[in-house]
């Protein structure tokens, strides 16, 4: 068996780690890795009681009026030496915005202080945008079945359940859950990164006594790297395979029409009723306007990584700009980073200012093992995101074409009720602001123009195989 080198990186400094990928490491307080399931101190109770009543009162129309009725918290009830508290507040208060803001008939476009203040806190504590991100609804939001053993199997959805939820469906459930075991899988991918990355740097490195490089040495460690780019491609395919379980348990008019318009942002939702974002009030007549991409899976920090490791360029914006998806300036996945808890956002910068795996590759001959294995991965990667765009097709397009299912459950969705679900058009405008015609345009929950972002994103990974 080839002995693959360790690699010698201060992981805990980026809240990662080889066991649990991205998802929460033991805290400095016990041995817990699970995500808190409450605030335990009673001065958080008001914030825990709302969220725990939570579809009901979304249900009810009744989610404002409690929101209102919150006294303004400090943050300064949460322990300085637990990381766990600081993101239970994350997720309550993220909930809770979301919930305020598009738990109406109409979007409300401005937040009381009694959310404002602790969260713009918290977030700032977390740096992360006070909104529902990916972190918020996945990573720090999921429990397991089996009476909160830690020893259970993460990579296995059945095995998992979510904390909170806005709908109290099992379709929300699973369509959470399911992410968090794609990224209980991907933490292998974190040690296949790093040590294909000091790979590397040991066969450049290394030399005999005369100063040259060994033809053995050299062909042992692309032996190493051409096994550890095979475990990306596997590790790669495990993660599709249960991103495809999706089917199995969120149904997709369930999702459209109750689930997905509750997870949308504040950014590009002028048709959905924030045409400014929504004002963040922090009492006395202070606040600022504030526009935020929705929860959105860009923001996985496991997939981003794979990107920076494999040297895949993105450029697609996603912004809805006519037929245009391309900004020179600033990409929509890069963007996608400041939605990352920032020890993770450091991490990706820190893989990505030693990343070598791709000009290594490229440096080899074009039949070399280690250059068909880059070329590998990389196409599976770029299948993994065809299976992306598929799911969004079965959950947003299908949907978006057919009326909402006469039953209870969907009243006030044939209501006359503004959000994600109804803003799936616009009016393209000529050169001389006069209306010269209607299209469908399909918004993801950050704010995109969806199919052509993510046809673009995949189109933009295989390219990085042709041009190898």
Known sequence: MLNIPSSPIPLDEFRVSYETGFLPINSNSSNRKLPLHRLSTPYFSPWEDVISDLPQL?????????????????????????????QRAYLVLAFLTHAYIWGGEKAEDKLPPSISCPFLAVSEHLELPPCATYAALNLWNFTTINNNNEETDLTNPDNIDTINSFTATDDERWFLVVSVAM????????????????TINNTTTADDNDGSTTESTSSNRNTILTNLLNGMGECIDEIGHILERMYERTNPMVFYHQIRPLLAGSKNMGAAGLP?????????DKGRWHQYSGGSNAQSSLVQLIDIALGIQHIASGEVEGKTIKDKHTAFMKEMRNYMPGPHRRFLEYVASIANI???ALSLPVSSDVRQAYNAVVMKLGGFRDKHIQIVSRYVILPASRPAPKSS?????????????????????SHDGTKQREEKVFYGTGGTDLIPFLKATRDETKAAARFC
């Open 58 to 86: 979304i249900q009810t129309g009744e989610i404002r009026q409690k929101v209102l009725d919150l006294p303004v918290l400090s943050v300064e009830g949460l322990s300085a030496d637990d990381e766990g508290e600081w």
């Open 183 to 198: 990224e209980a899988c991907g933490a292998k991918m974190i040690r296949l990164v790093l040590d294909s990355i000091t």
């Open 276 to 284: 400014n974002g929504v004002f963040y009030d922090t009492g006395d």
């Open 358 to 360: 791709r000009p290594y």
């Open 409 to 429: 459950k969907y009243e006030d969705v044939r209501k006359n009720r503004v959000n994600l679900a109804s803003a799936t058009s616009y009016v393209a405008n």
